[in-house]
């Protein structure tokens, strides 16, 4: 396709008349965010009559399921009740803290499903719900499969992981999201620093002197987040968390690792990369770090964002391309915390998928890995 039109709205060269996709898709939030309360409630009234349509992507009622749910965050229990009743479990975050009734129903289906496929939306959508029985059910199963646990891949603990969080071996509960969310927003020069001192306590792809042992090219600080800014205390750090990595040969690895200290170091320690070929170059580090992503003064819903891939986000769960996946920290073993997430089509044109950025508080090592379709 040729690149012959410009977005009317940003510029941005694309190839055919009107919006680009990133202004299309802010222009269908901003419309979301203007709904009136009686818009809502309208809304949801018409969700409830036509439960049984949530299931299928392509109706207009799963879309409006989910936007309430990533733009709004709104969830309500009669919604939540009518879904169950009407088994539509495909949009498993519909359940999100679900009432205990409605955690009942989906536990009472999966003690009568014998289909393997039924289980695991049913377990998705109890992950989803979250709550003590919930993770006590998800227990006993892990302990006592059922039949149909030879059809699945994985444990219900890592079903568990949807929700954003797990269980270890006695049943105890990990937690691996943060139940915060704030976006990175453009701000014109925003990210430069005023007298030595960077101006947002988030910064992405910021430039570094080492190189990558692999390809040669300079290495990067992919994320550096000050847990001491108000905004981001729901952290629970206090001082800074550094992600490092090489930004050629993250695309071409399993994750990389990176130790951090409070203070604002960072000591990469990656593994192999798959390839020995810089494909980014100089003047891509450099498209990278001249971004201007700055972190937002408001925080959004904890599902922003998780149907497409628009916003960078700090906290909150992510939108997966592949399946959730939570790194384990190489010095202890267990899942590390869900951070951020970077979409490189927003950083790079040329560029897709999504970099994941977790971290381990306890050990203080951050974990970086990509995913793409
Ligand atoms: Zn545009
Ligand atoms: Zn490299
Ligand atoms: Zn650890």
Redesign the pocket.
């Known amino acids: 396709m040729a690149f012959n039109h410009q977005c009317t709205r940003c510029g941005r060269k694309i190839g055919y008349e009107g919006l680009c996709w990133m202004c299309r898709a802010e222009e269908e939030r901003r419309q979301v965010l203007d709904w009136t309360d009686e818009e809502i409630e309208e809304k949801v009234q018409m969700l409830i009559l036509h439960a049984e349509r949530l299931d299928d992507w392509r109706s207009e009622e799963h879309k409006t399921a989910c936007r309430l749910i990533d733009f709004r965050g709104i969830w309500r229990p009669e919604l939540q009740r009518v879904a169950l009743a009407a088994e539509a479990f495909v949009i498993h975050k519909l359940y999100y803290h679900a009432p205990a009734d409605v955690r009942d129903g989906l536990i009472e289906r999966l003690n009568h499903t014998e289909n393997a496929r039924m289980a695991s939306r049913l377990m998705q959508c109890l992950a989803m719900q979250g709550d003590d029985t919930a993770l006590s059910y998800l227990y006993e199963l892990e302990r006592h499969p059922k039949p149909w646990r030879k059809g699945l891949y994985v444990d219900p603990s890592v079903y568990a992981q949807i929700g954003g969080w797990t269980f270890d071996k006695e049943g105890k509960r990990r937690t691996l999201n943060f139940g915060r969310c704030y976006p990175l927003v453009r701000e014109k020069g925003g990210a430069e620093e005023a007298g030595g001192m960077k101006r947002s306590p988030v910064h992405i792809c910021y430039p570094r002197k080492d190189s990558c042992s692999v390809c040669g090219g300079k290495m990067m600080d992919m994320l550096t987040v000050d847990g001491r800014d108000e905004r981001l205390s729901f952290l629970g750090v206090d001082g800074i968390i550094t992600a490092t990595c090489c930004p050629n040969c993250i695309m071409f690895m399993e994750s990389g690792f990176s130790r951090y200290t409070l203070d604002g170091q960072s000591t990469p320690f990656s593994s192999t990369s798959a390839t020995e070929e810089d494909y980014l170059g100089e003047e891509g580090r450099e498209g990278l770090s001249a971004n201007d992503y700055v972190l937002g003064d408001q925080p959004v819903p904890l599902f922003f964002e998780t149907e497409s891939d628009f916003v960078n986000t700090i906290g909150g769960f992510a939108s997966w391309v592949q399946d959730a996946q939570y790194v384990k920290?190489?010095?202890?073993?267990?899942q590390?915390k869900y951070l951020a997430q970077l979409h490189w089509q927003l950083l790079n044109d040329s560029y897709e998928g999504t970099l994941y950025i977790e971290f381990?508080p306890?050990?203080r090592?951050a974990s970086m890995h990509h995913q793409q379709t």
């Open positions: 920290c190489p010095d202890c073993g267990k590390m381990c306890d050990c090592v």
